[in-house]
C-alpha cells in the first residue's frame, strides 16, 4: 500500500481542529452542555503546541516522505513559539537544540536522565500514522524515530507508536468497516509492557462505558503523561470512529488535558472520517475547520 498524503492532510485538520476547539475550554464561560447539545463557541480558535509540531511532522513527510532525527529537531526547534502552550521542559529542550546540543543528549538529560514520559510525543504523531495507512510496521517505526526527539522515556515512546499504528489502521478502514475491538487489536502487537501498555489493555475492557468511567479509569490527560493519556484517547478513537463531532466532544466532556487529547483523538478518527458527512460516518464538519485559526503558511 502506498503513503497517501492526502488521508495525512485530513488527520492533521482533524488534529488541528480538536486541539483548537479542545483549548477553547479552559477559557472562562465555555459551556459544555452547548457543545453537547452541537453549538460550539464562536470562532476563531487557536490551537497550540500540539499543532505546531504535527504540522512539523506533516511537512517533513511531505517533502521527505519519512522522519530523519536530526532534521525533524531542527524544525521542531527553529519553529517554537513557546506562547502556543508548550511545557517547560520541552521549551528547554528545544531552546538547547536550537544552541547547538545534539538532541540525544538534550531530551535524555531531562527528568535525572530518564527522559520525558509526557504525552507530546504521542500529541502530534496521528498524521504520520494517517500517512503510512495500512502499513502499521513503518507507522510505528516512524513514529518511535518521531518521539525520541523530544521524549526518550519508553513509555513516551510506547504511546507515541500505539497513536500512530490507531492512525494508520483507521485510515487504511476508512472504505469499510472497523469495530471498536478491531482498533485496539490493531495496536496489541506493538505494545511495550508498562503503565502506557495496560492502560490500553484496559481500554479494550471499558468498550460501550461511559466517557466518565472510561475517563476515571484511564485518565483524561490531566497529570500530561503518555500513561494517564494515550490509553482515554485510544478509548475515545475506537468508541467514536466514524463520528468526529462525538469523538471530540467526548474529549472535551472528558475534562483534563482537553486540547491535547481531542487532538490525537482527532487525528485518528479523521484519518478515518475525512472532511464532512458521508453515507455511513461524520466527518470534520466544515464549520468546525472555518472556525480553527489557519495552519502556518510552511504546513
Same mark, same amino acid.
Given at each position: ?31 459544555? &452542555? ?7 463557541? /464562536? ?60 538532541? @540525544?543528549? /538534550? ?32 507507522? @510505528? ?12 522515556? &519508553?513509555? @513516551? *515512546?510506547?504511546? @507515541? ?38 492502560? *490500553? ?24 503523561? /503518555? ?56 466527518? *470534520? ?15
Amino acid at each position: 500500500m502506498c503513503s497517501d498524503l492526502n488521508i495525512a492532510r485530513e488527520s492533521l485538520d482533524g488534529l488541528s481542529v480538536g486541539d483548537a476547539l479542545g483549548a477553547q475550554f479552559f477559557v472562562p464561560g465555555r459551556s459544555v &452542555p452547548e457543545l453537547i447539545a452541537g453549538k460550539p463557541p /464562536a470562532g476563531p480558535w487557536e490551537w497550540t503546541d500540539d499543532t505546531e509540531m504535527a504540522c512539523s511532522v506533516y511537512a517533513e513527510l511531505r517533502e521527505h516522505g519519512g522522519i530523519e532525527r536530526d532534521r525533524l529537531a531542527v524544525v521542531f526547534a527553529d519553529r517554537c513559539e513557546p506562547y502556543r502552550g508548550y511545557g517547560g521542559g520541552t521549551v528547554v529542550v528545544l531552546h538547547q537544540i536550537r544552541d547547538g546540543r545534539p538532541w @540525544a543528549e /538534550a531530551a535524555g538529560a531531562v527528568f535525572d536522565g530518564v527522559g520525558s514520559w509526557g504525552n507530546g510525543a504521542a500529541m502530534r504523531v496521528a498524521p504520520l500514522g494517517a500517512y503510512f495507512a495500512g502499513q502499521p510496521d513503518r507507522a @510505528a517505526v516512524q513514529a518511535a524515530s518521531s518521539a525520541e526527539v523530544t521524549h526518550r522515556h &519508553p513509555e @513516551a *515512546i510506547v504511546g @507515541a507508536m500505539a497513536v500512530a499504528v490507531a492512525a494508520s489502521h483507521a485510515a487504511a478502514t476508512r472504505d469499510g468497516q472497523c469495530a471498536p475491538e478491531e482498533l485496539l487489536r490493531a495496536v496489541e502487537p506493538y505494545l511495550v509492557d508498562g503503565q502506557t501498555a495496560r492502560g *490500553i489493555r484496559r481500554a479494550r475492557e471499558l468498550l460501550g462505558r461511559s466517557v466518565a468511567e472510561a475517563a476515571h479509569e484511564l485518565g483524561n490527560g490531566a497529570q500530561v503523561s /503518555a500513561p494517564d493519556t494515550v490509553p482515554f484517547t485510544l478509548w475515545a478513537a475506537a468508541s467514536f470512529l466514524t463520528d468526529y463531532p462525538a469523538a471530540i466532544t467526548a474529549c472535551v466532556q472528558a475534562g483534563g488535558d482537553a486540547d491535547t487529547t481531542a487532538a490525537i483523538v482527532g487525528g485518528i478518527v479523521a484519518a478515518h472520517t475525512g472532511i464532512g458527512d458521508h453515507a455511513d460516518r461524520r466527518g *470534520i464538519p466544515a464549520a468546525w475547520l472555518a472556525n480553527r485559526e489557519p495552519l502556518p503558511d510552511w504546513a
